[in-house]
Structures are given as structure tokens and as C-alpha cells.
């Protein structure tokens, strides 16, 4: 998986040779954009990370602390068990994206300076995500194998990106007007398709998969094609905050697009396509902590 840092003009040995020997003195002082731009030939840094051919896969494991028997939240298949399948990101060899850029004044309104590091991800169109299965075990403390793993709960779920994501994060000081720590936009071609959407039942003993399940899932604005998304996320003292500032079609949201929902095993018949309309949920806040 190559790791491209890209530049400009850094074409010449001796620029190359004055980095390597000026290290100790750059230790001892800050390194702000103008430094960048007078040392390397450019203002900020570029990132470029291609995955390999058949993407990157991992497992997570999210460890319980109950006064309890500790239990674990398993995605992805960290034992190797059969009909558990890992999460998987592979861009179709198109890199991701990762611009690092210093200001010393993020925000022109506020009286003062303030500095901040702003970090732009972007995802390329075509990215294909496998969310990996859903399972549970027994956790047996971090940096110890799981055990008595269940059979799957949620199926792995492909979700395709048809259009480019984009990730912006402010830290240090956050910009007045909108004040998030991170933005995610994307304009996705064609909505949000996610395929093999299954929640299985434990106790159904059957080789087909007894579950709730659908074939697709669509999501689109509402009476149009493609898919707005913006959202803004912040760290507050209560958990993890994203805010829906739009999810969908400003004024009508989105449409949902459930295609063969069935009810049994693979081998049962349809129950038909289910369409959701016009939900709105922008301007909606989740939030994400423990308990």
C-alpha cells in the first residue's frame, strides 16, 4: 500500500540535504505554514494513501467493563470463524486523500488569532465498503483473544460510494459561524446503495439464513436521483455529537428503497419492494457515549 507525500518543487538533492540536516534545529522551534512553504517549496502537506489491490480489511473488537461477566461487541471475524466476514475498504486503487494545512487566524470574525490545523480527507467516488459481520463474545479483557463467540447477528453489508466524500476537521480553535470540530459533505451520483442487509434469527436452526432481510437498500433525496449529505460532528462533556445539518433534499430529506424485503430464509418468497418517503430528519443531533 504505498504512501505518497507529494512536495512541490522539491526537486533538488540539496533542498533534501538541508531537511535532514536542519532536523535538530526544527525540533527546537514550531513549524508553522510559512515554515512548510520556505522549507519544503509549498504551504501545507499532501498525504496520498493507495490501498492495495484487494483493499484494507480488519476486525473490531469493542470490550464491555460491566461489573459482570465482561462482554464484547465482535465485527468482523478476529477468530477466523466460518460465515464471518472482516471489514473491508477498497477505493478500486484510487487514493485517498489527506491534506494538512497550518493558519494562524482560522477565523477573520473573531477579534485575535487563532491558530488552528485544518485536515481534509477525501474518499474517492467508487469506494466500496464491506461493513463486516456483527457478532457478540465474551471479552476477556483487552489484549486477549475473545471466546464463545456467537454465529452472526447482522450480516456483512456492502455500501457503495458512488460520489466523492469529504472529511474536514478543525483543531486548535474551530471556525465562529460553524463551529464543528469535523464536516463531512458528499454529493453521492445515484444515492446510497446498500446490498445484503440481514438480521438473523439465533434460535432458527436452517442452511439458508433465517432473518429479516432485504436484497438493497436506497437512499436517495426525496423525488430526485442523487444523495446531499452534510454533517457536523463535535466532541461535547456528554459524548460524541453529529448533527444532521442536511440529509437529503433541504426541504424533503430522503427517500428509502427497500427492494425483496422478506421475512423467513432465503428461500422464502418476497413480501415485495417497501418504500419510505419524504423522511426528514435534517437538523436531527445523534449521540454517541457509553453507559
Known amino acids: 500500500m504505498p504512501v505518497i507525500i507529494k512536495m512541490k518543487r522539491l526537486t533538488r538533492l540539496a533542498v533534501a540535504s538541508s531537511i535532514l540536516f536542519s532536523a535538530p534545529l526544527l525540533a527546537l522551534e514550531s513549524l508553522d505554514d510559512t515554515a512548510l512553504a520556505e522549507t519544503l517549496g509549498q504551504a501545507g502537506v499532501t498525504i496520498s494513501v493507495t ?5 484494507i480489511s480488519f476486525s473490531t473488537v469493542i470490550h464491555d467493563s460491566d461489573a459482570a461477566i465482561d462482554g464484547a461487541i465482535v465485527i468482523g471475524r478476529p477468530l477466523a470463524l466460518a460465515d464471518h466476514i472482516a471489514t473491508s475498504i477498497n477505493t478500486g486503487g484510487n487514493p485517498i486523500t489527506i491534506l494538512l494545512d497550518a493558519t494562524g487566524d482560522v477565523d477573520t470574525v473573531t477579534a485575535g488569532n487563532q491558530a488552528s490545523l485544518g485536515i481534509n480527507i477525501t474518499i474517492p467516488a467508487g469506494t466500496i465498503i464491506n461493513t463486516g459481520t456483527l457478532s457478540a463474545a465474551q471479552s476477556n479483557g483487552p489484549g486477549v483473544a475473545i471466546s464463545n463467540q456467537t454465529g452472526v447477528i447482522i450480516n456483512n453489508m456492502t455500501i457503495t460510494l458512488p460520489g466523492t ?12 459561524t460553524t463551529g464543528q470540530m469535523m464536516r463531512v459533505t458528499t454529493n453521492m451520483t445515484s444515492g446510497l446503495s446498500v446490498s445484503n442487509f440481514a438480521i438473523r434469527d439465533a434460535n432458527a436452526v436452517n442452511a439458508n439464513g433465517t432473518a429479516i432481510r432485504a436484497d438493497t437498500i436506497a437512499v436517495t433525496n426525496a423525488s430526485a436521483a442523487n444523495l446531499n449529505v452534510d454533517a457536523r460532528v463535535d466532541v461535547v462533556p456528554t459524548g460524541l455529537q453529529t448533527t444532521l445539518t442536511q440529509f437529503g433534499s433541504a426541504a424533503s430529506g430522503v427517500d428509502i428503497r427497500m427492494t425483496n424485503l422478506r421475512m423467513g430464509d432465503t428461500t422464502t418468497s418476497t413480501m415485495g419492494n417497501l418504500n419510505i418517503l419524504g423522511l426528514n430528519m435534517n437538523g436531527a443531533v445523534l449521540r454517541l457515549y457509553g453507559h
Not at 51 to 55: D, H, I, Q, R, V
Not at 165 to 176: C, F, H, K
Open 51 to 55: 490501498p492495495p489491490a484487494g483493499g
Open 165 to 176: 466524500t469529504v472529511l474536514d476537521m478543525t483543531l486548535g480553535n474551530e471556525v465562529a
